[in-house]
């Protein structure tokens, strides 16, 4: 039972989540080396909704404790959008990374800088026996009005950590795992974790 699911189809998302939880000294297993192939509904009115909807889910369908995060950009200048609609923040169907950050930018036209963001994270474990936990995660920055950076995904090429004058997507794994929104969730999550397997 000492193994822990990555309740995502994200490949970007898993492989900060690997990344962020190898030290854990628990088995990492993702949906594809268990052949799961469940897509949930992300209709939640909070990031909690939305991470425990998928924990649950996973959970109940994998009979292994899961983990599962929803996260949100948050840009004062537009009244906390996109929030909990940051995957799907453009008119474009079935948008990708890119429509989304076009998207947003266009929105802040004619708005005045700095355009003040941050990411918001929270993650939910679930274990098949109905027990939930949750943790939170905060990354403040900004919005800036061109791409910088090949690292990361979503949002990462046009949010600015002020105090290292970088993106998200300029920053090393290693800096991102310390500084992200997912960063400070699990590491605020690992505590929990670690309770959860010694209980076991």
Same mark, same amino acid.
């Given at each position: 039972?000492?193994?822990?699911?990555?309740?995502?189809?994200?490949?970007?998302?898993?492989? %900060?989540?690997?990344?962020?939880?190898q030290d854990t000294g628990v088995e990492l297993v993702t949906p594809a080396q268990i052949h799961l192939d469940l897509d949930v509904t992300e209709d939640g009115s909070t990031y909690a909704e939305n991470a425990t909807?998928?924990?649950?889910? @996973?959970?109940?369908?994998?009979?292994?404790?899961?983990?599962?995060?929803?996260?949100?950009?948050?840009?004062?200048?537009?009244?906390?959008?996109?929030?909990?609609?940051?995957?799907?923040?453009?008119?474009?169907?079935?948008?990708?990374?890119?429509?989304?950050?076009?998207?947003?930018?266009?929105?802040?036209?004619?708005?005045?800088?700095?355009?003040?963001?941050?990411?918001?994270?929270?993650?939910?474990?679930?274990?098949?026996? /109905?027990?939930?936990?949750?943790? %939170?995660? @905060?990354?403040? /920055?900004?919005?800036?009005?061109?791409?910088?950076?090949?690292?990361? @995904? /979503?949002?990462?090429?046009? @949010? *600015?950590?002020?105090?290292?004058?970088?993106?998200?997507? %300029?920053?090393?794994? %290693?800096? !991102?795992?310390?500084?992200?929104?997912?960063?400070?969730?699990? *590491?605020?999550?690992?505590?929990?974790?670690?309770?959860?397997? !010694?209980?076991?």
């Amino acid at each position: 039972m000492n193994k822990l699911l990555i309740a995502t189809n994200n490949k970007g998302k898993i492989k %900060e989540l690997q990344d962020l939880l190898q030290d854990t000294g628990v088995e990492l297993v993702t949906p594809a080396q268990i052949h799961l192939d469940l897509d949930v509904t992300e209709d939640g009115s909070t990031y909690a909704e939305n991470a425990t909807k998928k924990a649950v889910a @996973f959970a109940k369908a994998s009979g292994l404790i899961s983990l599962a995060d929803d996260s949100g950009l948050e840009v004062d200048a537009l009244d906390g959008a996109p929030g909990l609609y940051s995957a799907r923040y453009s008119p474009k169907l079935n948008p990708n990374d890119k429509d989304r950050r076009v998207h947003l930018l266009q929105n802040l036209q004619g708005k005045s800088r700095p355009w003040k963001a941050r990411f918001h994270a929270t993650i939910a474990i679930a274990i098949p026996t /109905g027990e939930l936990h949750l943790a %939170e995660g @905060f990354c403040e /920055g900004e919005i800036i009005p061109e791409e910088r950076g090949t690292g990361g @995904f /979503g949002y990462d090429p046009i @949010f *600015m950590l002020p105090e290292l004058g970088k993106t998200m997507a %300029e920053l090393s794994m %290693e800096e !991102k795992n310390r500084l992200s929104h997912r960063a400070r969730a699990v *590491m605020n999550s690992k505590p929990i974790l670690d309770q959860i397997y !010694k209980s076991i």
